[in-house]
């Protein structure tokens, strides 16, 4: 009876030992021959990986197609209403984007965690100390999202399907950039939410996509926010000052009210009215799946927006 009691428990450990993930646990010593990739990330840490990464947990819902694309196996993701596709719904949450739950996080028992840059550094120092790899990952603007599909491709191993992705992508947004009058527009671009309205730089996803064309962002030295380096507060005087030919509006929040609220200011207040942007009609509310968050593998699309808000029949 002993003996079986005994055997029972080393077969309840054996079953135990074989469902857990293996951990990615350097060796005390591993030689550079050993080492899957060295790779740097956008804080300028340089990070080794002993092992491929085969459970990869991102805090940011627009790392997934990207990553996804590339080869790279994720178990767990943020929540998110705007950019969650179909095959990430069944995968493990970690949280709601602006609060990541730690307890959830370890819990998927990742081999790394891809961590969104300006948001989430403040969870690298429990990743430290639980020995789990991390990347800090900015993907705002287009070249952020090159640069971020080559250093995923990297982790999945497949450096190829990595190139060929921007290639396609680059080839795409010069089409678009090159099918639009050469105009020196003059754009601001305003970001509304509950809490209020700030404009943004060129830093940011609208603001850089601006750039892209050529145009000029009215905002463009401006001192930015203290805690937001691509926003600088909002002032209705500045804006009338700066006479922009274009106002673009990214939002965060329910579109339909924030766009009935901004309307009826327009309209109530006769500032608005010595706009350029205003009286020739040229005011336009950007998507959030494309202007809120990183657009990703859809920075084309983006791109083919604000040009199409513009300049319809080209």
């Known amino acids: 009876m002993i003996e079986k009691f005994f055997v029972g428990i080393l077969i309840a450990g054996l079953l135990v030992t074989a469902c857990a993930p293996e951990k990615n646990s350097p060796p005390a010593?591993?030689?550079?021959?050993?080492?899957?990739?060295?790779?740097?990330?956008?804080?300028g840490r340089q990070v080794t990986l002993v092992n491929k990464p085969v459970r990869i947990v991102v805090t940011s819902a627009g790392f997934l197609e990207p990553m996804h694309a590339v080869g790279c196996q994720i178990v767990g993701r943020p929540d998110s209403k705007n950019q969650m596709p179909d095959w990430a719904r069944d995968i493990s949450s970690v949280g709601q984007v602006y609060q990541i739950d730690t307890e959830r996080l370890i819990a998927c028992q990742p081999d790394l965690v891809v961590v969104n840059a300006g948001m989430n550094e403040k969870l690298l120092p429990l990743l430290d100390e639980n020995k789990i790899p991390a990347l800090v990952v900015e993907m705002k603007t287009f070249d952020d999202v090159k640069r971020g599909l080559k250093l995923f491709a990297t982790l999945s191993g497949d450096v190829d399907a990595g190139d060929k992705i921007v290639r396609d992508m680059d080839a795409q947004v010069k089409s678009i950039v090159d099918g639009v009058p050469k105009k020196n527009l003059r754009v601001a671009i305003l970001h509304s939410t509950a809490q209020g309205v700030t404009v943004q730089l060129d830093g940011s996803i609208?603001?850089?996509i601006a750039k892209m064309f050529g145009w000029t962002n009215v905002a463009d030295g401006m001192t930015p926010l203290e805690k937001n380096?691509?926003?600088?507060?909002?002032?209705?005087?500045?804006?009338?000052?700066?006479?922009?030919?274009?106002?673009f509006v990214t939002s965060m929040g329910n579109v339909d009210e924030i766009k009935s609220n901004m309307l009826k200011a327009i309209e109530s207040n006769d500032a608005w009215q010595t706009i350029t942007a205003v009286k020739q009609n040229r005011l336009y509310f950007l998507p959030q799946d494309l202007f809120l968050l990183s657009p990703g593998l859809r920075y084309p699309e983006a791109v083919r927006t604000m040009a199409t808000l513009i300049y319809p029949d080209k």
């Not at 010593?29 to 740097?40: D, G, H, R």
């Not at 691509?230 to 009338?240: K, R």
């Open 206 to 208: 609208a603001g850089s």
């Open 29 to 43: 010593q591993v030689t550079q021959a050993q080492v899957f990739a060295t790779v740097t990330d956008d804080a």
């Open 229 to 247: 380096p691509d926003a600088a507060p909002y002032s209705l005087e500045t804006l009338a000052q700066q006479n922009p030919d274009v106002i």
